[in-house]
C-alpha cells in the first residue's frame, strides 16, 4: 500500500476569519438538517477544508490543534458514505476519555441514518461489549489494547472496513501504541480509505503516512505545534517547596473552572487532596483511578460540581469541556508537545482562555523548548504576593586537557540558553 510521500503542494492553509458555512461541502441534506438541529451553524476551518476531501474517499492528513472540531472533520463524511453501503468504519483513539467523547458526537449524526456505534476500550466490562457488537453497529470506536483482545478472540473482525480513522494520532505514538497500530493495519483491506488527524506531526507520522496511506493530500489550519489563538500564556519560576503556596493563592484569585496538570498519578493524588482540603470542589483524573471514577470526575467538572480537575496527561486530549477558564501546568509535561495540548483544553469555542504554568528555577531549557515549538517568548510574571525567582545561571564545567605536552583548563556551558 506504500506509494509517494505526502506533496507538500496539497497542504491547504486556512487564510480567513470570515464565517464558514456547512453548505457547498458536499453534504447531504439529512445531514445538514440534523447539524442544525444539534446548534452548529458555522463550519470550522478543519471541517471545511477536511469534509469535501474525505467525501470523495481520498486519504488525508489533518493538522489541527486541539479544539478545533476534528470530530465532526470525520465523522460526518463517515456517516455519509457508509449510507451508500453496508461498510463499517474503525476509528482508532488513545485514551479511554477521548473514545467516550468521539462515540457521543458520532451517534448525533449517525443516528438518524439508523445507524449504530460502539465504543471498545479498557476498563469497563468486556461481555457488554461483545453484545454491543453482535447488534452489528457500523462505527466502532476503539483504543488499541481492547480492540487486539477482541480480535484475537475472534469478537471483531475489521475485513469489512472501508474507513480508518486514526485520531490523535500523535498522542498515540506517545503513548507507545505503534506496535499495535501496525499490527491493525495490516490485517486491514489496503482499499480502505485512511484520514489521520493529529496537532502535531512527528516523523513517526510521517512514516504511517507513506508506508500505509495512498497520496495523503494534508489539510493545515494551523502550523504543527501551534497553540490555540485565544489563550494566553503565563509562566511563573517556582521553587517545587512553594508550588502549592502559590497555587492556593492563585485559585483564590481565578473563580472559574480550572483545569491542573501534574506529571504523576502520585503528584496528582497529592494536589488533588491538599486542594479539597483548602476547602475547593476538586476531582482527579489518572490512571490509578477506574473508568466509572474517570467518567464521574468528568461529567461532575462538566456540569459545576466540581470547579477544579487535577489530572495526567491522560486527560491532555479526552476533554471536551467549554468554558474552562484557567489551566494550570502545575508540572511541567515530559514531552514538549504536551504544552499545546494541555492549554488547549481552555480558550475553546471561540472564547478566550488563559495557561499559568508553574517551572522551576533549574527548567530554563524547558521553557525554551516550548518557546521555539510555539516560536514565541513566554513572559514570566511575578508571583502573586509580588515576589519573583530566576532561573538558575548556567553551569559552567571545568576539564582539563593536555596540549603539545602542557596542562590545560577549558570551561563549557550547561543548562540554560546560550552563553553571553
Aim: proline share 5%.
Amino acid at each position: 500500500m506504500k506509494d509517494k510521500m505526502i506533496n507538500k503542494n496539497d497542504v491547504l492553509q486556512n487564510s480567513a476569519h470570515s464565517p464558514l458555512s456547512f453548505y457547498g461541502l458536499g453534504i447531504a441534506p439529512k445531514s445538514i438538517e440534523t447539524i442544525a438541529k444539534l446548534g452548529f451553524k458555522e463550519a470550522t476551518p478543519i471541517q471545511h477544508k477536511a469534509i469535501p476531501i474525505a467525501l470523495e474517499g481520498k486519504d488525508f492528513i489533518g493538522i489541527a490543534q486541539t479544539g478545533t472540531g476534528k470530530t465532526m472533520a470525520f465523522v460526518i463524511p463517515i456517516v455519509q458514505n457508509l449510507a451508500k453501503n453496508d461498510s463499517l468504519a474503525l476509528i482508532l483513539v488513545p485514551t479511554r476519555e477521548l473514545a467516550l467523547q468521539v462515540e457521543q458526537s458520532a451517534s448525533k449524526i449517525a443516528r438518524p441514518f439508523g445507524m449504530k456505534s460502539v465504543v471498545l476500550i479498557g476498563g469497563a466490562p468486556i461481555n457488554s461489549q461483545i453484545k454491543a457488537l453482535n447488534q452489528r453497529p457500523r462505527i466502532i470506536i476503539a483504543t488499541p489494547g481492547r480492540l487486539i483482545d477482541l480480535m484475537q478472540q475472534r469478537k471483531v473482525q475489521l475485513n469489512k472496513v472501508s474507513v480508518l480513522v486514526l485520531d490523535e494520532a500523535d498522542r498515540m505514538l506517545d503513548m507507545g501504541f505503534a506496535p499495535q497500530i501496525e499490527k491493525i493495519l495490516k490485517v486491514m483491506s489496503s482499499q480502505r480509505q485512511t484520514m489521520l488527524f493529529s496537532a502535531t506531526m512527528p516523523s513517526t507520522i510521517v512514516r504511517i503516512a507513506t508506508s500505509y496511506m495512498r497520496s495523503p493530500v494534508q489539510v493545515e489550519v494551523a502550523p504543527s505545534g501551534t497553540s490555540a489563538e485565544d489563550v494566553s500564556h503565563e509562566f511563573f519560576i517556582i521553587r517545587q517547596e512553594k508550588k502549592l503556596e502559590i497555587l492556593e493563592k492563585l485559585l483564590r484569585q481565578y473563580r472559574g473552572s480550572v483545569l491542573l496538570f501534574c506529571r504523576t498519578k502520585h503528584g496528582t493524588k497529592r494536589i488533588a487532596r491538599a486542594i479539597r482540603n483548602a476547602g475547593h470542589r476538586a476531582a482527579e483524573i489518572h490512571s490509578d483511578r477506574s473508568l466509572s471514577q474517570r467518567k464521574e470526575a468528568l461529567e461532575g467538572f462538566r456540569n459545576g460540581q466540581y470547579r477544579i480537575l487535577a489530572a495526567t496527561d491522560i486527560a491532555a486530549r479526552g476533554i471536551d469541556v467549554v468554558g474552562i477558564e484557567l489551566v494550570v501546568n502545575y508540572d511541567l509535561p515530559d514531552d514538549t508537545e504536551n504544552y499545546v495540548h494541555r492549554i488547549g483544553r481552555t480558550g475553546r469555542a471561540g472564547k478566550a482562555g488563559h495557561a499559568i504554568s508553574f517551572a522551576r528555577p533549574d527548567q530554563r531549557a524547558d521553557v525554551q523548548k516550548i518557546e521555539r515549538l510555539l516560536n514565541i517568548t513566554l513572559p514570566i510574571s511575578s508571583h502573586p504576593d509580588g515576589s519573583s525567582e530566576k532561573f538558575d545561571k548556567p553551569k559552567t564545567v571545568f576539564s582539563s586537557h593536555k596540549v603539545n605536552g602542557r596542562r590545560r583548563t577549558t570551561n563549557s556551558y550547561r543548562g540554560g540558553g546560550k552563553r553571553r
